[in-house]
Nanobody, 126 residues
């Protein structure tokens, strides 16, 4: 599986961005998908995850109620809608796929995932 993330950019605090991640392959709906972010020199941080059929979602505490993860299995795409952005949301955002479609509660750890995209930069200015 190859993952291609896009949609990053620069935005002022309070603004919105929508990230997309397109996956190759025919079995996209069998993969749970997640978004992580990383700032240079820090550990990769869990942002959000969604089950293969989109029935279950889970969010990191720092983005809850501001970010929404969704997916369109017909388009092999997972999205991350980011609203009310803050300067501390600045990071490189990565999408990832878990081929076991684990229960969403298990998807908070980066080690859970089998495939990773290349990352897209999000910069939020104050």
């Amino acid at each position: 599986v190859q993952l291609q993330a896009s949609g990053g950019g620069s935005v002022q605090a309070g603004g919105s961005l929508k990230l997309s991640c397109v996956a190759s392959g025919r079995t996209f709906s069998s993969y749970a998908m997640g978004w992580f972010r990383q700032v240079a020199g820090k550990e990769r941080e869990f942002v959000a995850a969604i089950s293969g059929k989109g029935e279950g979602t889970v969010y990191g505490d720092s983005v809850k109620d501001r970010f929404t993860i969704s997916r369109d299995n017909a388009k092999n795409t997972v999205y991350l809608q980011m609203n009310s952005l803050k300067p501390e949301d600045t990071a490189v955002y990565y999408c990832a796929a878990d081929r076991t479609d684990a229960v969403v509660g298990w998807l908070l750890r980066a080690l859970r995932y089998d495939y990773w995209g290349q990352g897209t930069q999000v910069t939020v200015s104050s």
